[in-house]
């Protein structure tokens, strides 16, 4: 079990940190191995995603990401960007399937924007697919037609592309509650249909599944009005960009949701869902539940692990039972922590 950590920016190095101690206190023998991505990265070598790094992460099974970016390298040429790290990364290793849990724990009901009573207790994953759709289609571009400037870009699916997808996201339904919303825009657009005709296709296959359909219209307004409907839901690279965003900011705290990036062989890269926080950087009071809560995944997609994925998440639950908060999730009431002493109370209760 080999794992390549690389850290990253801003709070990136803090937040792994406790994970890394997470991975430590379990009793499975893990390699791990760190490297740079990013504006570290840059600052090294010039490079946001080096050939040293890119040589580990292809020799590893798993990769931690705590997170990449930040002002200091926004003004650099597009190539030097942090974010070119992350999508070589994702590229390199040929991730296509994005798993992004949203769960709001009892304790953080709270922090939603919407009623405890619509949102405690959601526990929903959007699988999204990640490699292909309109945003990587071509043609595309800026061009002058008859006079004026003209945008175009070309949405499409092969039904290979929209089987595997399938397939993770099956999968992944009969490690939870069996049920699947696949969501779509079929009554608009081609694409889409040969989308839900292959869910429709593969759906046989796992008949313990039950398999739904959604147009992503009305799972916009759903996520919001009922999200507890959903078990798993699939959809398409632009579909599950807005959607998982959404599922996401349900929660209200960033701080706490994991994701996975997964290719045809659940080789994963982890990472948490937010960003580098360059504002709170260096000042050890980052939340590292959403990175530890992607080792928990690591361990259940990778590794399968399931037992040791379920010891992490009780451990989390249980810190949160005991009121601990770092300052993203803090209400009057309970005790507030840094990143270190949050590493050390889910170490307590692992
Ligand atoms: P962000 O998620 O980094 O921060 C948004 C807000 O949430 C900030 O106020 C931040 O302090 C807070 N926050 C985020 N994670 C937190 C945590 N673990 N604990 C406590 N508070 C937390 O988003 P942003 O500010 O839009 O982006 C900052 C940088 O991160 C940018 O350079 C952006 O490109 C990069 N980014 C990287 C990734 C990634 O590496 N996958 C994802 C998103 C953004």
Not at 49 to 71: F, H, I, N, S
Not at 209 to 230: I, T
Not at 278 to 296: F, R
Request: proline share 5%.
């Amino acid at each position: 079990m080999k794992i390549c950590i690389l850290p990253g920016d801003g709070i990136g190095p803090e937040i792994t940190a406790e994970a890394v101690r997470v991975l430590e206190a379990l009793d499975l023998k893990f390699e791990m191995e760190e490297a740079l991505l990013g504006g570290a990265a840059v600052d090294a070598t010039g490079d946001p995603y080096p050939e040293a790094t890119r040589k580990l992460a292809r020799e590893a099974d798993a990769v931690l990401l705590g997170a990449v970016g930040g002002p200091k390298w926004d003004t650099l040429p597009r190539e030097q960007r942090p974010e070119r790290g992350l999508l070589g990364i994702r590229k390199d290793l040929g991730l296509f399937a994005n798993l992004r849990p949203a769960i709001l724990y009892p304790e953080l009901a709270n922090a939603s924007s919407l009623k405890p009573e619509v949102v405690a207790g959601l526990d929903i994953l959007i699988v999204r697919e990640l490699t292909g759709d309109i945003y990587f289609g071509q043609p595309r571009g800026i061009e002058v037609r008859d006079g004026e400037r003209f945008g175009f870009n070309t949405m499409h699916y092969t039904e290979s592309e929209i089987r595997r997808i399938g397939r993770v996201a099956f999968e992944a339904a009969r490690k939870r509650n069996k049920r699947l919303c696949s969501v779509d825009k079929m009554n608009v657009l081609e694409t889409t249909q040969l989308w839900r005709d292959v869910m429709i296709e593969l759906a046989p296959e796992y008949p313990d599944v039950e398999l739904s359909h959604m147009l992503v219209d009305n799972a916009a307004m759903q996520l919001v009005r009922a999200p507890k409907q959903f078990d798993v839901m699939v959809t398409g690279n632009m579909f599950g960009d807005i959607l998982s965003d959404e599922a996401s900011m349900l929660t209200g705290s960033i701080g706490m949701l994991p994701s996975a990036s997964l290719d045809a062989n659940n080789k994963g890269l982890y990472e948490p869902s937010h960003g580098s926080a360059p504002d709170i950087a260096g000042q050890g009071i980052a939340n590292p539940l959403a990175t530890i809560l992607s080792v928990a995944m690591m361990l259940r997609y990778t590794f399968n692990q399931e037992s040791a994925a379920l010891r992490i998440e009780n451990a989390v639950k249980k810190v949160l039972a005991q009121g601990l908060r770092t300052g993203d999730i803090f209400e009057p009431g309970t005790t507030k922590v840094g990143t270190k002493q949050m590493g050390d109370a889910v170490l307590a209760a692992l």
